[in-house]
């Protein structure tokens, strides 16, 4: 689940497995419920997104935040 109005990666609704809630509170609780709701037995209630089955997510992912710290410092923070 997202607190995002908006994103840029529809994959994950495509295949039903992203709920955008926003940040009014009534809403996250009820994308809550409902996404826990969902995983109540063992099964998967969805598939994976094979744009999100990847290996050394947590490397890459470090990789990417270094890669662009100066760049967010700069432009979005004025430093």
């Known amino acids: ?7 840029e990666r529809p994959e994950g609704m495509d295949e039903g497995t992203l709920i955008m809630c926003g940040l009014k509170a009534e809403r996250v609780l009820d994308a809550i419920s409902v996404a826990t709701s969902h995983y109540g037995d063992t ?6 997104v094979p744009d999100y089955d990847v290996d050394n997510v ?3 992912v470090l990789r990417i935040i270094l890669s662009y710290a100066d760049y967010v410092n700069r432009t979005v923070w004025s430093k």
Do not use: L, N
């Open 58 to 60: 947590s490397r890459k």
């Open 1 to 7: 689940m997202t607190i995002r109005q908006a994103h």
């Open 43 to 48: 099964t998967r209630p969805f598939k994976i």
